[in-house]
């Protein structure tokens, strides 16, 4: 159990369009979901962290126009990067959490997005 | 605030030995979990091992083992027979009591070699 699907897993998109990338908790209710950029060779970064219902909560320095978080059920978050720029190309990954108890985060598999 | 420290970039290792990653981490707080997660070349993340900071015997999963020293701040993470698997980068992260954001380190790529 605790499977976390993204789609798409790779993105090509022309600079200046948007794209949305959807995570999903597949086998349980996600109350929590995160999401991370990762440049190569490098951490994960901590983009936001988003709760069913509310709206999301950016860390220092992502801007959230740029980045808008929508976690529209208990199984579903998006993250729509608007007027993609080259500069906005890196593996970005969905992660959710079951309960605050449970204290784990399951992982996606990561989108891979290239701006042109 | 709370960081996560990986000294080590890289490290290599043959095949059948044991290797140690290094993991030390700063927090003010009592009740928290700390956690490493392996990456292989695919991006997927996987839990390789977690430990509770309550207990006081240290975690083990099969062939990895961590060293947790709570004074000192520090969580190694030891794995034993190395297989050619086992290659991926490995992040340390800790994450508070009933507060589940993660706290990455920077990193350790380990190359197994045959």
């Known amino acids: 159990g605790a499977v976390v699907s993204q789609h798409p897993s790779w993105v090509i998109c022309k600079s200046g369009t948007s794209v949305k990338i959807e995570c999903r908790s597949l086998?349980?209710?996600?109350?929590?979901m995160f999401w991370y950029r990762q440049f190569p060779k490098q951490s994960l970064m901590l983009m936001a962290t988003?709760?069913?219902?509310?709206?999301?909560?950016?860390e220092q320095g992502v801007e959230k126009d740029k980045f808008l978080i929508n976690h529209a059920s208990l199984t579903l978050s998006t993250l729509t990067v608007t007027s993609a720029h080259p500069e906005d190309s890196s593996f970005y990954i969905c992660?959710?959490?079951?309960?605050?108890?449970?204290?784990?985060?399951?992982f996606g598999p990561g989108t891979r997005l290239t701006v042109l | 605030a709370q960081t996560v420290t990986q000294s080590q970039p890289e490290m290599s290792v043959q095949e059948a030995e044991t290797v140690t990653l290094s993991c030390t981490y700063d927090?003010?707080?009592?009740?928290?979990?700390l956690f490493w997660y392996k990456q292989p070349p695919s991006r997927q993340m996987i839990l390789v091992i977690r430990?509770?900071?309550?207990?006081?015997q240290n975690a083990t999963e099969n062939r990895f083992s961590v060293n947790f020293q709570k004074a000192a701040k520090s969580f190694s993470l030891k794995i034993s027979d190395s297989q050619l698997g086992d290659t991926a980068m490995y992040f340390c992260?800790?994450?508070?009591?009933?507060?589940?954001?993660?706290?990455f380190g920077s990193g350790t790529k380990l190359n197994v070699k045959p």
């Open positions: 992660s959710a959490t079951r309960d605050l108890t449970y204290n784990e985060q399951f």
């Open positions: 927090t003010s707080e009592n009740n928290y979990y």
């Open positions: 086998d349980f209710q996600a109350t929590t």
């Open positions: 992260a800790f994450m508070l009591y009933n507060f589940n954001k993660f706290y």
């Open positions: 988003s709760n069913e219902g509310s709206k999301a909560t950016y």
């Open positions: 430990q509770e900071a309550y207990k006081q």
